[in-house]
């Protein structure tokens, strides 16, 4: 079993930059792929970034040159590195984590608890 743990979310000025990092905890695990997403109320969530198992990335249109996916698997820890906001990038950001269990020799998906970002003046 594997658990995320978010932090890095709060509140910024516009122009701000802000971190996130998804911690995964657990044993026996490698991390692949990671991706972030986002969601305000009323909307469905969208993808921010992917960071694919051989390193190619994709971020959505709307944060591209702005926001930065990265993992260091020496810490089993994704980041998104978010420069430049924009009061529109104000939202709950969730890491989503596909891991390779190595006990079981499964691939299994996790979601993140979530952390509030405000981009406000």
């Known amino acids: 079993q594997v658990q995320l743990v978010e932090s890095g979310g709060g509140l910024v000025e516009p122009g701000g930059s802000l971190r996130l990092s998804c911690s995964a905890v657990?044993?026996?695990?490698?991390?692949?792929?990671v991706a972030w997403y986002r969601q305000v109320p009323g909307k469905q969530r969208e993808l921010v970034a992917l960071?694919?198992?051989?390193?190619?990335?994709t971020y959505a249109a709307s944060v591209k040159g702005r926001f930065t996916i990265s993992k260091d698997v020496t810490k089993n820890t994704a980041y998104l590195q978010m420069n430049s906001l924009k009061p529109e990038d104000t939202a709950v950001y969730y890491c989503?984590?596909?891991?390779?269990?190595?006990?079981?020799?499964?691939?299994?998906?996790?979601w993140g608890q979530g952390t509030q970002v405000t981009v406000s003046s």
């Open positions: 960071l694919a198992s051989g390193g190619d990335t």
């Open positions: 657990g044993n026996s695990f490698d991390i692949s792929a």
């Open positions: 989503n984590v596909h891991v390779f269990i190595r006990t079981n020799l499964e691939f299994s998906e996790y």
